[in-house]
């Protein structure tokens, strides 16, 4: 035993690793040795032109596609060949490109169904009681994505902007660590967009968040890090200010016209 102190030792795993992740559609390779490391906490943007393999990206940490190559790690348990019931399990959630909700239930029984989705041991699928325990965690996540006062509304005659708030509610429904969301703020108009980014600056900071965003006002208020991906492979990583100001990325993305 030596008197010098050895370094403190960084023992906390990242919340979700990727090593030499790749992805191939037959002669497409879509995802290209991807690495990367989110912090527990952390609020990650990946951007990235149409095609940059960014929605297959999420494919394959949730475990909807299988990776060609490489190696996935929550919290450093490798869950590479995981199906996705047991990424959930393991406190995965994400949302989809194209908001995925039960358009003729109402804010209210959608937000049930998610709630008792992570407890499988109950096979009912009978519809919310406000005596129901989880009658006051639906309100509560309908409160906590600005849906409080459309519980009884219809998800089919919610805006756009509306269902993606519901969604993200669906999602944290099964109180995730790693929460994946796919262009939350995709066609949505500037003020619902408003909304959505302090939405997700409210977020538990203990949640880890990875967002696919193409809008920039919107991921650069999020964010502290950002992943630019570019034919499958990651061309840049930093601060938003440096990404903003990176002539490559500049080149191949924002084409010099981000404002
Ligand atoms: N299931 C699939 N089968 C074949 N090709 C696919 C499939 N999914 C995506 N691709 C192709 O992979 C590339 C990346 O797509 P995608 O991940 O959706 O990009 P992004 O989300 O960045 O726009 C595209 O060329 C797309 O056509
Ligand atoms: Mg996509």
């Known amino acids: 035993m030596t008197a010098v102190e050895s370094p403190r030792l960084q023992t906390a795993a990242h919340a979700l690793e990727l090593q030499g992740v790749s992805r191939r559609f037959g002669g497409l390779v879509a995802v290209r040795e991807v690495s990367l490391a989110l912090q527990p906490g952390e609020r990650r943007a990946i951007i990235g032109p149409n095609g940059a393999g960014k929605t297959t990206l999420f494919n394959v940490i949730t475990g909807e596609l299988r990776p060609t190559a490489g190696t996935i790690r929550f919290f450093g348990r490798d869950v590479t060949h995981l199906p996705p019931y047991q990424r959930i399990r393991l406190g995965l959630a994400r949302t989809y490109q194209t908001p995925l909700v039960f358009?003729?239930?109402s804010v209210a029984d959608n937000l049930y169904l998610a709630v008792r989705g992570v407890r499988p041991w109950r096979l009912s699928l009978r519809l919310p009681r406000r005596s129901d325990p989880e009658f006051r965690e639906v309100e509560e996540l309908a409160e906590r994505v600005g849906l409080g006062h459309a519980l009884r509304a219809l998800a089919g005659a919610l805006s756009h902007g509306e269902q993606r708030q519901l969604e993200i509610g669906m999602a944290l429904?099964?109180?995730?660590k790693l929460l994946l969301l796919d262009e939350p703020a995709a066609g949505l108009s500037p003020g619902e967009r408003g909304k959505?980014?302090?939405?997700l600056r409210e977020l538990d900071p203990r949640?880890?968040?990875?967002?696919?965003e193409h809008d920039m006002d919107v991921a650069f208020q999020v964010v502290q890090r950002?992943?630019?991906?570019?034919?499958?492979?990651?061309?840049?990583?930093?601060?938003?200010?440096?990404?903003?100001?990176?002539?490559?990325?500049?080149?191949?993305?924002?084409g010099g016209g981000y404002g």
């Open 196 to 199: 959505l980014t302090a939405l």
């Open 173 to 176: 429904a099964s109180r995730p």
């Open 226 to 254: 950002v992943t630019v991906l570019h034919e499958g492979s990651v061309i840049a990583e930093g601060a938003p200010e440096e990404i903003a100001a990176n002539p490559v990325v500049q080149s191949v993305y924002l």
């Open 207 to 212: 949640m880890t968040v990875l967002l696919i």
């Open 103 to 105: 358009p003729r239930l």
